[in-house]
């Protein structure tokens, strides 16, 4: 998503908390810096917490000659599994690219189930194709350091210009945890959550403001306290899979 997009939708929510805050009533003590630290807070929160943070992807990585070690986006957190194209080569050319089920229908194997072979050259074929795979290199040994993220694979490349695929899990874009209709409430609600604990900390420094007929008494006590069991109830509605999150199944052991 543009930068400019997203700086709307940031904005929105700032606005929201703002409102929410009493903004246009009461002066609200908060520059966009600690708008921003608090819907940073409630992101990260989002992500530690909710399995719905995640999602699966898949991406193309292209190899360069002798070049092992990959740099990838901050966004991945984990790459499952790297699929080449071809059954194994070294060079990445050459190299036997099956497809059986384009050959399945192009011999019409698969349209006529009396002829001879049928499903069964298929299954066939393909385990031929795995244990081919498995015995001349077509599948690639790696490490994964998901703090650098940079992906060792375990093996050396002599080919120029092979594209992999990669079986990825990331972190969900910011753009989409704002719009999405099981993630918003719920980080707008921590971002107030956030934004009242910080109002609770500045206003607490004075107790009282000096004024005529004894001044002005803060809240500071009291923003803090909400600001808290706000945060709590929230991280509870994360617990109870209220966001759409993925529970545990069953664990034998």
């Known amino acids: 998503m543009a930068t400019k997009e997203l700086t709307k939708l940031k904005n929105a929510l700032f606005t929201n908390v703002r ?40 991406g193309f990585l292209t190899l360069e000659k002798n070049k092992q070690e990959y740099f990838l986006d901050d966004n991945i957190l984990e790459v499952r599994q790297i699929f080449r194209r071809t059954i194994g080569s070294t060079s990445g050319e050459g190299a036997s690219n099956f497809e059986p089920f384009e050959a399945g229908y192009m011999n019409m194997y698969m349209l006529q189930a009396g002829r001879v072979g049928g499903l069964a050259t298929y299954e066939l074929f393909a385990g031929y194709q795995e244990t081919a795979a498995r015995m001349f290199g077509g599948f690639l040994n790696y490490t994964w350091d998901p703090v650098t993220k940079k992906l060792t694979l375990i093996r050396k490349i002599d080919g120029e210009s092979e594209s992999v695929l990669l079986w990825l899990y990331n972190q969900k874009p910011l ?58 109830d929230l991280a509870t509605q994360l617990q109870n899979f209220e966001d759409g999150g993925t529970p545990l199944s069953f664990v034998i052991g």
């Open 19 to 58: 409102l929410r805050l009493g903004e246009r009533i009461v002066d609200v003590e908060l520059d966009n810096e600690h708008l921003e630290v608090a819907l940073e807070n409630a992101v990260n929160r989002y992500r530690q917490m909710s399995a719905n943070s995640v999602e699966e992807s898949y």
């Open 175 to 232: 753009e989409n945890l704002i719009q999405h209709h099981m993630t918003k409430k719920w980080v707008e609600d921590y971002t107030l959550a956030m934004c009242k604990q910080i109002l609770g900390e500045a206003r607490s420094k004075f107790a009282t403001l000096a004024g005529p007929q004894g001044g002005t008494t803060m809240n500071g006590s009291e923003l803090k306290a909400e600001g808290q069991q706000e945060m709590a």
